[in-house]
C-alpha cells in the first residue's frame, strides 16, 4: 500500500504560483509513475500531468502545458506540481496519484482556488 498526502494548496489570485507537494509512505515510489488530477466543482476529475518512474518523461494537459511543471524526488519519495500564471479556471482540488500496472493509489486532495 502507498499513502499519499498532498499539500501546498491554498487562495492565490489570479497570476500568480502555488507549488503542490505529494508525500508518500508506505512504499518507496520510485517503481510508480506519478500523476497530479484536479476536479472542479460540479465536473469531473481531469488529467493535469504525469511523469515516468525516472523522471525522465514527463506529460501535460494541454490546458496546464507552459505553465505547469511536475517532478520528483525518488529519495524523498516525493512528487511535485509547480503551478504559475495560474488562473480562475484552475480553482480544484488537486490530486496525486501513484500507478504501477494494476496498482493504483490516490491521495485526499488539497484545494487551490484562484481569484479574479
Known amino acids: 500500500q502507498v499513502q499519499l498526502v498532498e499539500s501546498g494548496g491554498g487562495l492565490v489570485q489570479a497570476g500568480g504560483s502555488l507549488k503542490l507537494s505529494c508525500a508518500a509512505s508506505?512504499?518507496?515510489?520510485?517503481?510508480?509513475?506519478m500523476d497530479w488530477f484536479r476536479q472542479a466543482p460540479g465536473k469531473e476529475r481531469e488529467f493535469v500531468a504525469t511523469i515516468s518512474w525516472s523522471g525522465y518523461v514527463t506529460y501535460y494537459a494541454n490546458s496546464v502545458k507552459g505553465r505547469f511543471t511536475i517532478s520528483r524526488d525518488n529519495a524523498k519519495n516525493t512528487v511535485s506540481l509547480q503551478m504559475n500564471s495560474l488562473k480562475p479556471n484552475d480553482t480544484a482540488v488537486y490530486y496525486c496519484?501513484?500507478?504501477?500496472?494494476?496498482?493504483?493509489?490516490w491521495g485526499q486532495g488539497t484545494q487551490v482556488t484562484v481569484s479574479s
Open positions: 508506505g512504499r518507496n515510489i520510485s517503481t510508480y509513475a
Open positions: 496519484r501513484a500507478k504501477a500496472g494494476p496498482d493504483e493509489f
